[in-house]
């Protein structure tokens, strides 16, 4: 009897794009933490409805300026991370890859220091009532995530600064470009929850 | 060919060969150790909350029993629910499927290796850290589903509800991981061959509950996190005189409490399937309806959490939309267990333990189901709601549905863990006396909630007329605590001096039997090619397998989503003890924060330190890889940037 084998010594070591294992956790990873963004809108909606002063008198309605200025930056940080960042890791870039990140990091840093300067301007506290306690949980929980894209991002430019990039890195790379779009768009909803909604959703 | 085979495994098995002594326990990444300590963990907590209810049947024995006091009694009941639960019910399946899932898939190992090691972990830190609250007396009392306001600051002063909201945190973080590891081994890493309409009925059932851990555990986390927040730093989430709203948590809670229902019985499904079709000796009837059916029940699982909170004065249209949905999920249910007598009825049967137990689930759980269709009707459960009629109910459901079929599992499976059979005599006793000692036990509860027992009251009178059926209640548990010491004396003993099992004692389908029990730390010496969806009953005399695999790294084989033909090779993480510190630094954040909230932020940062760690490459490997890349390239014909 013979023996038949399905040689795979051919096949290649390691992918950078979404046929890797590490993509599809990454995915997971997005699934879940978007669950629990849905749910802190639903909460918010929640609160709403069950609430005849929302957001209540006390609170003032939230400058508007630069909260848009900080929204149209993370907005053009996403078009650097895909342009520069996934696209040249895509293309084995390094120097492109390099400048994506140096870029996003600075947008990244600029961003956390204006929702810092927001965040103390806003005129409540999480402990006044129960809107201040779901707005300040979203202002958290994204700052959170933010935080943690941007120093991912740091780390990486510092890796790829000194160390050698290989297959393995590139696809490190494009998912934490997946995870910057992620909390990029994430904020898209906030933003409008946080400053814009007060002006339109407060009842009499 | 055997020459080639025999070089081949030497290398592999050193490659695979799991480390030695404690730093090479707290290493261990390999799916099989970390599968059965989830499994082993789970069964100390088991006894843990069977002790719990045992002390709970002890004092309800009397009318007027004084050997409880209510405060004891209350964090009793609390640590009873929330053991079998979150430690429990929900980790030993977890445990079943990353031992099982990559077996049956025909891979060497899960996904991420490495955060399976860290899942564990944090579960068994925050089982600990429960438990060593409730020894220091701050035990959680508050039921298993807390609600507030009972759980707020206000009623609930203390450390002791606390001490719940953090473990749910714990143990849905490790829940969350296995689900992300489960459901990318079983879409990515399966041999060569097994297309979607060829994964294992349990492998379906366990990509089901992963995908219902990843969208309804979020909803608990931060349900317990509000809860967290409002009584550590003082928002307002469930404070209805600041804006906030108690039925909000309830929502948040039921949201992912009735999923995790299913989260605990689907994995069950899976198991009777496999059962089945080896002690039948058919396929199991259907396939395509049983996958359905499971898909099915998952989406629906999201819609019925409502059916918890009927007594909170929803309004009447949203309540009929619940009812409505909760007597639609029986039809899933129903479908598979139709699908299965039929597999019974058409095969030749073999009753052996394994098969008894799935037997016992039929009869348990469809007394457990009927009980369900008769409560998902609105008026008869505002009169039955907090009653021991529940008490009942959900222990038919979850006993029947979940604990049978996992006893079944135990069985059935021992002799791939261990290479050896379990004493069929003993096996049978442990069955007879659990169905017996289950049905003593609960089904008086049913007339005692009809007679109006309130559930979590620590004593009765006399007068109410309760005593007799408590009496026959606390008698079942005997039983009960019987058949669990049999069972577990019968694994301890068969481990050592049972028979030796072969690799496929039942003469079953799926591909964890090809291999040797216990299976080798790499599971396969080939990486087998399927060819139906009964794998070794489908395949050929000379059934090709994949070679070329490299044996100096742990390498695995990707395969496309949809029908696994080979795509790349991968190389997965080895042992390391970086997930145990990531762990200890988890719980640094975790404990910490509920006696000072800045400690969040210290585990957070140590956190980021150990994370570092964790990812960056040494640099031999990064060598090796270049390497590798550039030989790739130059074979192809491709040029090499110097």
């Given amino acids: ?204 | 060919m055997s020459e080639y085979a025999l070089t081949d495994e030497r290398e592999l098995h050193a490659t695979w060969k799991p480390a030695t002594g404690l730093l090479g326990w707290l290493s261990e990444t390999g799916h099989k150790p970390i599968g059965l300590r989830y499994i082993v963990t789970a069964m100390c907590f088991f006894g843990a909350a069977g002790l719990e209810a045992a002390l709970m049947r002890l004092q309800l024995s009397r009318p007027n029993n004084t050997l409880l006091g209510p405060d004891t009694y209350n964090q009793l009941f609390t640590m009873h629910g929330t053991t079998m639960m979150f430690l429990f019910a929900v980790p030993v399946m977890e445990g079943m499927a990353i031992y099982l899932v990559p077996l049956m898939v025909g891979t060497r190992n899960v996904a991420f290796p490495r955060l399976n090691a860290y899942g564990y972990f944090v579960y068994l830190f925050g089982g600990i850290f429960i438990y060593t609250m409730f020894a220091l007396g701050a035990g959680a009392d508050a039921g298993w589903f807390a609600y507030v306001p009972l759980s707020g600051p206000g009623f609930s002063p203390g450390k002791r509800v606390d001490t719940w909201s953090q473990m749910i945190t714990f143990t849905e973080l490790s829940a969350l991981v296995v689900a992300i590891e489960i459901t990318v081994t079983a879409f990515k890493q399966r041999a060569p061959g097994m297309s979607l309409n060829r994964i294992p009925l349990f492998v379906w059932s366990m990509i089901v509950t992963s995908f219902m851990i990843l969208f309804a555990m979020p909803s608990v986390m931060l349900g317990s996190g509000f809860l967290a927040l409002d009584r550590l730093v003082a928002t307002h989430f469930f404070n209805q005189s600041e804006g906030g709203d108690t039925i909000l948590y309830q929502h948040l809670f039921w949201f992912f409490g009735h999923p995790e229902v299913y989260i605990i019985f689907i994995p069950a499904l899976g198991f009777i399937s496999m059962i089945l079709s080896a002690f039948t000796g058919r396929k199991v009837f259907g396939y395509p309806v049983m996958v359905s059916s499971l898909v099915f029940t998952g989406f629906m699982a999201f819609g019925l959490w409502v059916h918890h909170m009927f007594a909170t004065g929803l309004p009447q249209l949203g309540e009929s939309f619940f009812t409505a949905a909760s007597i639609v999920i029986s039809i899933p249910t129903g479908v598979q267990i139709f699908c299965w007598i039929a597999t019974l009825w058409t095969g030749r049967l073999v009753i052996r333990t394994p098969l008894l137990y799935v037997l016992g689930f039929f009869i348990v759980f469809i007394i457990g189901g009927l009980s369900g269709v008769m409560i998902a009707s609105v008026p008869l459960d505002l009169q039955l709601h907090d009653t021991f009629f529940i008490v009942a109910h959900l222990h038919y459901v979850l006993i029947g549905g979940a604990v049978f079929p996992l006893f079944g599992a135990f069985h059935f499976w021992f002799p791939k863990w261990t290479g050896r059979m379990f004493s069929e005599r003993m096996g049978r006793l442990s069955f007879w006396l659990l169905l017996i000692g289950f049905n003593v036990t609960f089904f008086p509860m049913h007339l005692l909630g009809l007679m109006g027992m309130p559930r979590r009251v620590y004593t009765y009178g006399a007068q109410m007329g309760w005593t007799a059926l408590n009496q026959l209640a606390s008698a079942g548990a005997v039983f009960i605590v019987a058949s669990i010491v049999i069972m577990l004396t019968n694994f301890f003993v068969s481990r050592r001096s049972g028979e030796p099992a072969g690799n496929n004692p039942w003469n079953a389908d799926s591909l964890e039997w090809s291999t040797a029990s216990p299976p080798p730390p790499y599971n396969f010496l080939h990486i087998p090619v399927v060819s139906g969806a009964n794998a070794l009953w489908d395949a050929a005399p000379d059934q090709p397998f994949v070679t070329g695999m490299r044996t100096h790294r742990r390498e695995v084989l990707v395969t496309k989503t949809l029908d696994a033909e080979p795509d790349h090779r991968e190389e997965i993480p080895g042992a390391t003890i970086v997930p145990f510190f990531l762990a200890l630094t988890t719980t640094v954040a975790l404990w910490g924060a509920i006696f000072f909230a800045w400690w969040f932020t210290v585990g957070t940062l140590l956190s980021v330190i150990v994370l570092l760690f964790w990812f960056w490459p040494k640099r031999e490997d990064v060598e090796e890889h270049l390497e590798n890349e550039r030989k790739f390239t130059l074979e192809r014909g491709g040029e090499v940037p110097t």
């Fill in chain 1, 1 to 204: 009897m013979t023996t038949r084998v399905l040689d795979v010594s051919d096949l290649p070591m390691e992918t950078a794009d979404s046929r890797a294992l590490l993509w599809w956790g990454n995915v997971g990873m997005l699934a879940i933490e978007g669950t629990m963004f849905a749910m802190l809108i639903a909460t918010w909606l929640y609160l709403k409805t069950a609430n005849f002063d929302w957001p209540p008198q006390s609170v003032p309605l939230p400058p508007v300026l630069w909260p848009s200025i900080a929204l149209g930056l993370l907005v053009v940080s996403a078009l650097f991370m895909y342009l520069l960042a996934d696209r040249g890791a895509v293309k084995d870039d390094l120097n492109s890859i390099r400048v994506g990140h140096a870029v996003c990091a600075a947008i990244g840093v600029a961003f956390l220091v204006i929702r810092w300067k927001n965040m103390t301007e806003l005129g409540f506290k999480w402990s006044d009532h129960a809107y201040g306690s779901v707005i300040w949980t979203i202002l958290g929980m994204h700052t959170f995530h933010m935080l943690a894209a941007t120093g991912e991002t740091i780390s990486l430019l510092v890796y790829e600064s000194v160390w050698p990039v290989t297959k393995k890195q590139l696809l490190d790379i494009r998912c934490t470009c997946v995870y910057w779009y992620f909390v990029v768009i994430s904020w898209i909803p906030f933003y409008f929850i946080v400053y814009v909604a007060p002006y339109y959703v407060r009842k009499g």
